[in-house]
């Protein structure tokens, strides 16, 4: 039987040619599809500049610098995201707060964050909500907070390329690795429409090298000539491919409805799904989870509350309850298989087995 995994990439023929054409060019590195990627990506998200960075994780800590984060700031985020998201504070010097989760949206809770940052009045540089599952996040309230603080807006955009937007960050981050709406293998873009940030975006990926010479500690942080052919190929293809997720997602809703023991994912028509997150009675998931498994089905689970990763307990004395949201979340959640290659019947096949375990309970 076909396996289903919980996400994976499309890559087409054309995407394979593009690859094989920068291969048998000139240039492997900065040259001419870096520019074109990152001006196609810009227009697409419709930001002024994106810097294209060699993961998601580096974009975030260029965003970090970029917005002058270092020792004795702090950055208040999400308790329920990728440890990258509060790792790239952490680069800097900085330290990350977390605000639980806002059990409607999944996505960071605008009041828990404003104590928060009453609590640390003064001394908060940015603001970095977090689009869980590519669900569309309140913009305009984390802007109220950045801006009554005089803190930078970040958005983590990983699992939010392609959303409708009327209000953007500062600085937006995205994520290319396999399993998100598009893929360059790994890699990464910071998008912004302010001319500084953007400088200092290529400066950093780049040894803070300008002019000839370095005038700051960078990285090499670029994203190769390969990897950005892939992304632009990947971007012909983009809004078919999240038509596809919303498809999927939608008969998956329609399937689930009314099944016992679950609770559903919220939507919105500018949801972009990069996961079906589904909420499961807490003593079943992993019951759940390893049924899917024996019938080749192979869900995972997102996301353990970063400030509860033991790296975040010893060093800075979270503990269990600090983040109850969040925490009773991840404890029933399960992430369906949701990639647009995706058949319909691979969806019914799913849905069937769930059916079949809480019937047979
Ligand atoms: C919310 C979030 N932030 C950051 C990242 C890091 O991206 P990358 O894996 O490209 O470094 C991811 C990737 O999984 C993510 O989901």
Not at 96 to 111: E, G, H, K, N, S
Not at 328 to 334: H, T
Not at 341 to 356: A, G, N, W
């Amino acid at each position: 039987m076909k396996k289903l995994s919980y996400g994976r990439q499309w890559i087409n023929d054309d995407d394979i040619a593009e690859v094989v054409r920068i291969l048998r060019g000139d240039w492997l590195t900065m040259g001419p599809t870096v520019e074109a990627f990152e001006k196609r990506l810009a227009e697409y998200v419709g930001m002024k500049h994106a810097i294209t960075y060699s993961s998601g994780t580096s974009a975030l800590h260029g965003a970090m610098n970029a917005a002058g984060l270092h020792d004795g700031d702090y950055a208040i985020t999400t308790a329920m995201t990728f440890a990258a998201t509060s790792n790239s504070v952490i680069y800097t010097g900085a330290t990350p707060i977390f605000a639980d989760i806002d059990p409607c949206t999944l996505c960071l809770d605008v009041t828990k964050a404003e104590s928060l940052a009453r609590e640390y009045a003064g001394k908060i540089k940015a603001i970095v909500p977090v689009s869980f599952a590519g669900y569309p996040l309140d913009m305009k309230a984390y802007r109220k907070i950045a801006n009554e603080n005089n803190a930078v807006l970040i958005e983590d955009a990983s699992h939010a390329l392609g959303h409708d937007r009327k209000e953007f960050a500062d600085m937006m981050t995205l994520s290319f690795h396999p399993v998100k709406h598009i893929t360059t293998g790994e890699g990464g873009a910071v998008l912004t429409n302010d001319d500084t940030y953007a400088e200092k975006l290529k400066h950093f990926r780049n040894h803070g090298m300008y002019e000839k010479q370095m005038h700051e500690l960078g990285y090499n942080y670029r994203l190769s000539e390969i990897h950005c052919a892939l992304g632009l190929s990947q971007l012909k293809r983009v809004d078919a491919f999240i038509a596809r997720r919303r498809e999927l997602a939608a008969l998956y809703l329609s399937q689930l409805s009314g099944v016992e023991n679950i609770k559903l994912p919220p939507s919105d028509k500018n949801h972009v799904w990069h996961i079906f997150a589904l909420q499961v009675e807490s003593n079943l998931r992993d019951e759940l989870a390893e049924y899917l498994r024996e019938h080749d089905i192979n869900p995972t689970t997102h996301y353990k509350p970063v400030p509860l990763m033991p790296y975040y307990r010893e060093r800075f004395g979270f503990k269990s309850g600090d983040f109850s949201e969040a925490e009773k979340y991840y404890e029933q959640e399960i992430s369906l298989p949701l990639y647009p290659l995706m058949e319909d019947s691979d969806v019914k096949r799913v849905t069937e087995c769930i059916k079949e375990f809480m019937i047979n309970l």
